[in-house]
């Protein structure tokens, strides 16, 4: 069965500090991997993609890594800042037949910033 | 959020009462979903129109219904026989090869 897992469920971390989330998925074969951020109340925002033959991927203080054998991403947050406070949700998107319904969602992992 | 707008952004519905969500975008995608969040959850696919005049049901379609008249509206009708609507209601549009989807900002429906 297809799944995407994120780790931990919540977070809290002090305002300049690092952290890492982790995405684990079951997905295959594999496609991409995209993050999302979505701010309370808001629509979720991509941060970034991943593709199966990217290792590393930045944007800004947000760095994604990815590992297809082990079928395991991370996305770490550098220097952490108050609006990083989030909830940060991984999606896979399987190869093959292009379908409309194909994306894999994980729960997401809540962040908060705290000063 | 791009070209995409969801109305109301919040709605408080009697019990008994059908209410619709509003789904518009400009971006000229022909895939459109509908998705509910749940506190602690993750989003769950309610219906998804590939074309206009087409749609199908997605993972817990019953109590809701949907139309696609135009290529750019979508809305989402929450009827009386959804036993417990209140959440947070995602409208998305995808890019061909469905291989990435936009989300609009929400709305949050209450049921009274």
């Known amino acids: 069965k297809n799944q995407v897992e994120q780790s931990p469920q919540s977070l809290i971390i002090l305002e300049g500090k690092n952290c890492t989330l982790q995405?684990?998925?079951?997905?295959?074969?594999?496609?991409?991997l995209r993050w999302y951020k979505q701010d309370t109340g808001r629509g979720p925002v991509s941060l970034t993609i991943m593709t199966f033959s990217e290792n590393t991927k930045s944007n800004g203080r947000y760095t994604a890594t990815l590992d297809a054998d082990t079928k395991q991403s991370s996305l770490h947050i550098t220097a952490s800042q108050l609006s990083d406070s989030a909830s940060y949700i991984c999606?896979?998107?399987?190869?093959?037949?292009?379908?409309?319904?194909?994306?894999?969602f994980g729960t997401g992992t809540r962040l908060t910033v705290i000063p | 959020d791009g070209g995409i707008t969801q109305s109301p952004k919040y709605l408080f519905r009697k019990e008994g009462q059908n209410v619709t969500l509003s789904c518009e975008q400009n971006?000229?995608?022909?895939?459109m979903y509908w998705y509910r969040q749940d506190p602690g959850q993750g989003l769950r696919l309610i219906y998804y129109?590939?074309?206009?005049?087409?749609?199908q049901k997605g993972d817990i379609a019953e109590g809701y219904s949907v139309s696609r008249e135009k290529k750019e509206s979508f809305p989402l009708t929450v009827t009386s026989a959804q036993k417990n609507p209140t959440a947070f209601y995602l409208c998305?549009?995808?890019?061909?090869?469905?291989?990435?989807?936009?989300f609009g900002p929400g709305t949050r429906l209450t049921v009274l």
């Open positions: 995405c684990n998925y079951t997905v295959s074969p594999f496609s991409n």
């Open positions: 129109s590939q074309i206009v005049n087409d749609f």
């Open positions: 998305a549009t995808g890019t061909s090869g469905y291989n990435e989807q936009f």
């Open positions: 971006l000229n995608h022909d895939a």
């Open positions: 999606v896979v998107s399987p190869r093959g037949t292009p379908r409309a319904n194909n994306l894999f």
